[in-house]
Each structure stands twice: as structure tokens, then as C-alpha cells.
């Protein structure tokens, strides 16, 4: 088999109220249906000071987050909380923090080809009501900017993913050890990769 080129690995965190409404075993099958590889998991509640660490990992995800707040407000034709990214970002980073660290959550590595960019495809877009039908956030949860704003909490949107390959390395590097983060090939990784002339 030629090396593994595009293999990626990805962090994929079930937040809170994805572990209280009992849809862990139905997430994770969502990532093992479509061929991925869970190379490490571990089950926590983690700390206010874990959760903001983990969100402002990178930098621009503050700048970045509080404009796309503030977009998703305005294509609705409403008016966002303030116009300045910062101001609204900080307040979802306040809220945010006040969810993730609520209760236990399952923090997982996934790997396979694209691994990164698939794992967004199945979990969908931020947003639940506007999220696709078929993805996670799409076919499991209801929740709306509007209706997180008039409730003042974050999102409820059930899975944190990596949003691109330097996201991926970087949270991957926080919330495991190299140790706990394991090597081993799959069966089915030889019909999905490497098998050829029906072998
Ligand atoms: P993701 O990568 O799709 O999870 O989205 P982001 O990285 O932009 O934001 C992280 C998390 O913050 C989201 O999953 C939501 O739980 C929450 N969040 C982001 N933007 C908003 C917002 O505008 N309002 C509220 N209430 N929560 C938000
Ligand atoms: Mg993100």
C-alpha cells in the first residue's frame, strides 16, 4: 500500500448536553459509519480555565468568531448585540465556557483521509436550525442564535470539532498526551484504502 498521504487526524469533543441526552453511541457511530478511526478518547469534565485555553488556542478564532456572530445575525435581519467582533465574541466566549465546563464531556482523536474536513461535513454547520439535514447538528438539535440569545447561553450544538488541519494538531497536543493517542490498523482500513481486484 502507498503511504498514507492525506491521513489527517482530528479532535472531536461531545459536549455536554450531547452526553446528557444520551447521544454519545450515536455521534461516534456517525464517524465509525463513514470510515474513520477513533485513535484515542477519555471522558472528563474540564475546567473553565481548560475550555477558554482551548477556544483562544488560536489567536484569530476571537476576531474570526465575533464576525461570524455578528454575520449570522444580520443575514437574518437582526440586529447583532453590538458591532464590534470583540464585544460579541466575548460574551460567547463567556457563556461558552459556563456550557462546555457544565458536565461531563467525551473528547475523542478521529483519523482517515480528509479526516479534518469530513468530520466538519458530518457534524455541519455552527448553527442547528440553519445547520444541513443529515448532519449532526442538523438532525439532532433544534437550537437558534435567537433562541440561545433570549435563554443567554451558548449554542447547544452538541459536538465541538477541528475546524482546519492546524486546529486539529494544536487541540489534539492539548487535550492528550502523545501517549494516549494510539497507533493500530483497522481492518477495514484495507477495503476502504487499499484493496484492489476484490482480494
Ligand atoms: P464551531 O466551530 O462550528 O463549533 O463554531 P465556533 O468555533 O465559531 O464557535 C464555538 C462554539 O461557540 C459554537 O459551537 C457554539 O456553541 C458557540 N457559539 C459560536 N458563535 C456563537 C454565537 O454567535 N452565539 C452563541 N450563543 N453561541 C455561539
Ligand atoms: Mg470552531
Same mark, same amino acid.
Given at each position: 500500500?502507498? /503511504?498514507?498521504?492525506? $491521513? ?6 461531545? @459536549?455536554?448536553? =450531547?452526553?446528557?441526552? %444520551? ?24 475546567? /473553565?480555565? $481548560? ?7 488560536? /489567536?484569530?478564532?476571537?476576531? *474570526?468568531?465575533?464576525? @461570524?456572530?455578528?454575520? +449570522?445575525?444580520?443575514?437574518? =435581519?437582526? @440586529? ?11 460574551? !460567547?466566549?463567556?457563556?461558552?465556557? @459556563?456550557?462546555? %465546563?457544565?458536565?461531563? #464531556? ?5 483519523? +482517515?483521509?480528509?479526516? !479534518?474536513?469530513? #468530520?466538519?461535513?458530518? !457534524?455541519? %454547520?455552527?448553527? /442547528?436550525?440553519? %445547520? ?5 447538528? =442538523? ?20 459536538? $465541538?470539532?477541528? =475546524? ?12 492528550? *498526551? ?18 484492489? +481486484?476484490?482480494?
Amino acid at each position: 500500500m502507498k /503511504p498514507r498521504q492525506y $491521513h489527517e487526524r482530528t479532535l472531536i469533543v461531545i @459536549k455536554p448536553d =450531547g452526553v446528557q441526552r %444520551s447521544l454519545v453511541g450515536d455521534i461516534i457511530h456517525r464517524f465509525e459509519r463513514i470510515g474513520l478511526k477513533m485513535v484515542a478518547s477519555k471522558m472528563l469534565v474540564a475546567t /473553565p480555565a $481548560h475550555i477558554e485555553k482551548h477556544y483562544t488556542l488560536d /489567536p484569530e478564532w476571537l476576531m *474570526k468568531t465575533g464576525t @461570524k456572530a455578528i454575520k +449570522g445575525y444580520t443575514d437574518k =435581519g437582526l @440586529k447583532p448585540p453590538s458591532t464590534d467582533p470583540m464585544k460579541v465574541v466575548a460574551l !460567547v466566549l463567556k457563556n461558552l465556557i @459556563k456550557y462546555m %465546563s457544565s458536565g461531563p #464531556v467525551i473528547a475523542m482523536v478521529w483519523e +482517515g483521509a480528509h479526516a !479534518v474536513e469530513i #468530520v466538519r461535513k458530518l !457534524v455541519g %454547520s455552527t448553527e /442547528p436550525l440553519t %445547520s444541513d439535514t443529515g448532519t449532526i447538528r =442538523g438532525d439532532y438539535m433544534l437550537d437558534s442564535y435567537r433562541l440561545s440569545d433570549h435563554n443567554e447561553r451558548a449554542i447547544y450544538n452538541l459536538v $465541538h470539532a477541528s =475546524g482546519s488541519l492546524k486546529e486539529a494538531n494544536e487541540e489534539i497536543k492539548f487535550w492528550f *498526551k502523545d501517549s494516549e493517542v494510539i497507533d493500530y490498523d483497522l481492518i477495514l482500513e484495507k477495503v476502504i484504502y487499499g484493496m484492489t +481486484g476484490g482480494k
